[in-house]
C-alpha cells in the first residue's frame, strides 16, 4: 500500500529542522510540491515567519558563522544576497563582518600558508588565493605583513 504524499507543511519543517533556510530558497525547494501554485507557498511561507520557524535573521547568522571561517565579506555578503537578504539588514551584517576580517583573512592565510613566499611569485599566488576568497585587498595586505590580530601594539 502506498504511503499517503507529504504535506507541503510536512516539507517545509523538514527542510527547516535540518538548517536555517532563507525565505527565497524554502519558496523555491516547495514551489515543485505545490499542488495549488504560488499562493499556497506565500502563505506557507508567511505562517511559517509568524510562528518564527522562518526566519531571515537567524538565516543570516547561521550562514555567517558557517562561512566566517573560510570566506571574506565579499563572498559572504554575495551568498546573503543571492538567499534574498537585502536592505538594511545587510547593510547591519556587512558592518559586523567588517569588524573583523582582517583577522579572518589572516587565520586563513596561516592555516593555508603559515609563512610569507620568498619570490613574487608565491606571493601573488597567496594573494589571489585570499582574493578569492573574498577577502578585502587591505585585508590581504595586513595578513601578507604578517599582521597578528592577538598581539598588542
Same mark, same amino acid.
Given at each position: *500500500?502506498?504511503?499517503?504524499?507529504?504535506?507541503?507543511?510536512?516539507?517545509a519543517l523538514r527542510l527547516l529542522s535540518t538548517r536555517e533556510h532563507s525565505?527565497? @530558497?524554502?519558496?523555491?525547494? !516547495?514551489?515543485?510540491?505545490?499542488e495549488e501554485g504560488e499562493e499556497e507557498v506565500e502563505a506557507l511561507l508567511?505562517?511559517? @515567519?509568524?510562528?518564527?520557524?522562518? /526566519?531571515?535573521?537567524?538565516?543570516?547568522?547561521? !550562514?555567517?558563522?558557517?562561512?566566517?571561517?573560510?570566506?571574506?565579506? /565579499?563572498?559572504?555578503?554575495?551568498?546573503?544576497? /543571492?538567499?534574498?537578504?537585502? =536592505?538594511?539588514? !545587510?547593510? +547591519?551584517?556587512?558592518? =559586523? !563582518?567588517? +569588524?573583523?576580517?582582517?583577522?579572518?583573512?589572516?587565520?586563513?592565510?596561516?592555516?593555508?600558508?603559515?609563512?610569507?613566499? @620568498?619570490?613574487? +611569485? =608565491?606571493? /601573488?599566488?597567496? *594573494?589571489?588565493?585570499?582574493?578569492?576568497?573574498g577577502f578585502s585587498q587591505r585585508a590581504v595586505k595586513a595578513a601578507m605583513? =604578517?599582521?597578528?590580530?592577538?598581539? @598588542?601594539?
Amino acid at each position: *500500500m502506498p504511503l499517503p504524499p507529504i504535506s507541503l507543511k510536512a516539507r517545509a519543517l523538514r527542510l527547516l529542522s535540518t538548517r536555517e533556510h532563507s525565505r527565497l @530558497e524554502l519558496g523555491r525547494k !516547495l514551489a515543485r510540491y505545490a499542488e495549488e501554485g504560488e499562493e499556497e507557498v506565500e502563505a506557507l511561507l508567511n505562517w511559517l @515567519e509568524q510562528n518564527k520557524w522562518l /526566519s531571515q535573521e537567524r538565516f543570516s547568522e547561521s !550562514l555567517i558563522h558557517r562561512r566566517a571561517a573560510r570566506y571574506g565579506n /565579499s563572498r559572504i555578503v554575495a551568498e546573503l544576497q /543571492s538567499h534574498g537578504i537585502g =536592505g538594511e539588514a !545587510l547593510q +547591519e551584517l556587512k558592518a =559586523g !563582518l567588517a +569588524e573583523d576580517e582582517v583577522a579572518r583573512c589572516c587565520e586563513v592565510w596561516r592555516r593555508k600558508f603559515g609563512a610569507v613566499a @620568498e619570490d613574487a +611569485e =608565491g606571493r /601573488s599566488k597567496q *594573494m589571489r588565493f585570499l582574493i578569492g576568497r573574498g577577502f578585502s585587498q587591505r585585508a590581504v595586505k595586513a595578513a601578507m605583513r =604578517g599582521y597578528d590580530p592577538d598581539e @598588542e601594539y
